[in-house]
């Protein structure tokens, strides 16, 4: 099967920045597939060249199986809803939608039956004529979507479209744009910084830091099974520890992660469990977070870990900040990792 | 010692009225805004009520004592003499000639700017649109009467690349052209469009400073090209900086009375009418009447904009 988008060593620098170096991935026709990294590190960048606003300085982009390296944005068949929405200010919201026909010379009353119809898709019915400027974030997301969708699109580019929602509506909206690549079936490439938004809608997710792909794997595997020490950190929030650390835990030098929900809290009068690695340290801070309790632990390796507790749990233990506590987890717990 | 409570209780009759300023809202806001307004009242307002007055007053012929009793006879006189209406229609196909110009140079050069120039480079242009601004007025005219003169550094420029044709036959257009380009409509209309060109450019370039670039992207994503996003997306946003620029230099235009007075044909323009006739011919209701014309001029003006839609987008 062709892939729907492919990257064979894209690069893209900008004066001293590289920021895409050398990248290769293949999304496959509708997958829905999340770019996942902190701000900078080349995810947005990798959806301009997709969308075709930015051209790569070496390699190639292909969709479809045809290579668009250098084909202008409005010759490529994908679509992007954009994280400030880039609603026409000056049009209303059925023009905005009907904006794609309309440069493709489709008359006026077939497209504005489709505007309808994609208004219908996007549950913003009675909002026709409306201005941008007189709808809310959610809503003006929900017009930026039936927009992006009416060109039928092969893949929709999506640059961070819930930042600017609150949790609340965000929430609504993951579970409303999965919906909707399920039942369209179009390949949806997703940008974002967030790791619980991009692990609980994807198919994959490719982690990028520092104009590369760190791991491209599916939520599970990049939960359980993450490759270099910022995935393990980034994605699963895991405790890392790396060089001298791992050695004085473990004996070798190799890099391994721990999740928090693996490290057990024990008062240090407490003897080891056995088969476990063990180290004691100085409580930092308890947060409670309802049913668990997150603690942050300085070891006196060095190193900071966070454990997370049942509540419960926490509350026999000392854990007014500086008390002494002891963390232990199970040899089987530990995920080596690649490189330093 | 309770710093809080030591600044609450800190006495002093200032202290006293600020708070009474803070408790009377109203009487604060008027107190602010009582002076500025009563300088645009009379100041503005005033004038050109006064203005106003005077134009519907009359000369009388014998005397040239001005009678004071409402008529509309000025104003009668003013649109049914040939001469006057010469006058308004040339300085109105001036202003709008000249407004139509700098429009179509203006666009290009601020649409460079905001959108393609590097942070540098736009900070040059800036430089080199507002310091010319900062130069005498007159100086400015003047010099551009020894550019365009017969003997001037234009006409030595068309015959050094052998042009000299060209030149004379632009002179030679009917009713534009003239003995030489300082004493022609030509000359005084290349002399306006350079005078306001800023004034064009710079609404404009706010205008366009004030729509995003994903705009841009979005139109070309969604399959419209160079051309098409430039006129569906560009143009109607930056319609309201168009519209400002173009009052400014419709209006400036027509009330100009120095640039016609100094290069150009002898035709005779609205804003030297007003001088000569508040002054030497002592026609104060006629140089009223004449100053009421740019008024209405640019009031139909504004209507016929909005009527385009130039506002939509604000």
């Keep these: 099967m062709t892939a729907a988008v492919e990257f064979r060593e894209v690069a893209r620098t900008f004066g001293m920045v590289r920021a895409v170096d050398g990248v290769s991935l293949s999304i496959e026709p509708g997958e829905f597939f999340a770019m996942l990294g902190p701000s900078g590190s080349g995810k947005t960048t990798c959806l301009r060249l997709i969308a075709g606003f930015d051209l790569p300085d070496a390699g190639h982009v292909l969709l479809d199986g045809q290579d668009v390296s250098d084909v202008p944005p409005y010759e490529r068949s994908v679509n992007t809803v954009f994280q400030d929405y880039a609603l026409f200010p000056h049009m209303s919201v059925v023009e905005n939608v009907a904006y794609g026909p309309r440069v493709r010379k489709v008359a006026s009353a077939e497209r504005n039956t489709r505007a309808r119809e994609m208004l219908e898709l996007v549950k913003l019915s009675g909002f026709e004529d409306r201005r941008p400027a007189q709808l809310s974030g959610g809503q003006k997301q929900r017009v930026a979507l039936a927009r992006a969708l009416i060109n039928q699109p092969k893949v929709l580019l999506l640059d961070e479209p819930l930042g600017a929602l609150d949790l609340k509506l965000r929430e609504e909206m993951q579970i409303e744009l999965r919906n909707l690549q399920r039942r369209l079936g179009i390949t949806f490439v997703y940008v974002t910084h967030d790791q619980g938004e991009a692990l609980s809608m994807s198919d994959r997710v490719a982690v990028f830091n520092h104009g590369r792909i760190e791991q491209m794997a599916t939520a599970r595997e990049l939960y359980m099974k993450p490759r270099t020490p910022f995935v393990a950190r980034f994605v699963g929030g895991a405790n890392v520890a790396e060089g001298d650390v791992a050695e004085k835990l473990c004996g070798t030098r190799r ?86 | 010692m309770n710093s809080i409570a030591g600044a609450i209780s800190h006495p002093g009759p200032l202290r006293a009225f600020s708070s ?32 106003l007055t005077q134009s519907i007053y009359s000369i009388d012929d014998f005397t040239a004592q001005i009678v004071r009793t409402p008529t509309l006879a000025t104003y009668k006189q003013l649109l049914t003499q040939p001469a006057n209406l010469d006058i308004v229609l040339r300085t109105l196909s001036m202003s709008i000639s000249v407004t139509l110009a700098a429009a179509a140079i203006a666009f290009p050069i601020a649409n460079y700017m905001v959108r393609y120039a590097s942070a540098r480079t736009k900070a040059a242009f800036y430089v080199a649109i507002l310091v010319p601004m900062w130069v005498s007025y007159l100086v400015k005219v003047y010099a551009w009467r020894q550019i365009l003169a017969k003997e001037g550094i234009l006409s030595w420029f068309f015959n050094v690349i052998g042009a000299q044709g060209v030149l004379e036959a632009i002179l030679q257009l009917p009713g534009i052209g003239g003995p030489s380009l300082a004493s022609s409509y030509i000359g005084m209309f290349i002399v306006f469009v350079y005078m306001w060109l800023p004034y064009m450019i710079l609404p404009i370039a706010a205008a366009l400073e004030r729509v995003p670039a994903s705009l841009m992207q979005a139109s070309a994503d969604l399959g419209a090209r160079p051309g098409t996003t430039f006129r569906t997306v560009i143009f109607p946003l930056a319609m309201p900086g168009l519209a400002a620029g173009s009052v400014f230099t419709f209006s400036l ?49 504004l209507m016929f904009v909005k009527r385009l839609g130039a506002f939509d987008a604000l």
């Design chain 2, 20 to 51: 009474f300023l803070y408790r009377r809202s109203t009487f604060y806001l008027l107190l602010l805004l009582v002076p500025p307004l009563l300088w645009l009242g009379t100041v503005y307002l005033g004038t050109l009520f006064a203005l």
């Design chain 2, 253 to 301: 235009t027509l009330g100009d009375y120095i640039i016609p007075s100094i290069v150009g044909a002898p035709g005779y323009f609205i804003g030297m009418m007003v001088y000569q006739q508040q002054g030497t011919a002592g026609n104060i209701p006629l140089a009223a009447a004449f100053s009421v014309v740019p008024i209405v001029l640019i009031a139909l003006y």
């Design chain 1, 255 to 340: 890099s391994f992660a721990v999740r928090t929900e693996n490290i057990h809290v024990l008062p240090v009068t407490d003897g080891s469990p056995a088969g476990a690695i063990t180290a004691e340290g100085t409580v930092l801070d308890v947060q409670y977070h309802g049913a668990t309790s997150r603690w942050q632990v300085r070891l006196d390796l060095g190193e900071t870990f966070s454990a997370t507790r049942n509540a419960s749990e926490s509350s026999h233990l000392p854990s007014a900040p500086g008390a002494r506590v002891r963390l232990a987890w199970p040899r089987d717990s530990m995920v080596a990792l690649e490189g330093p």
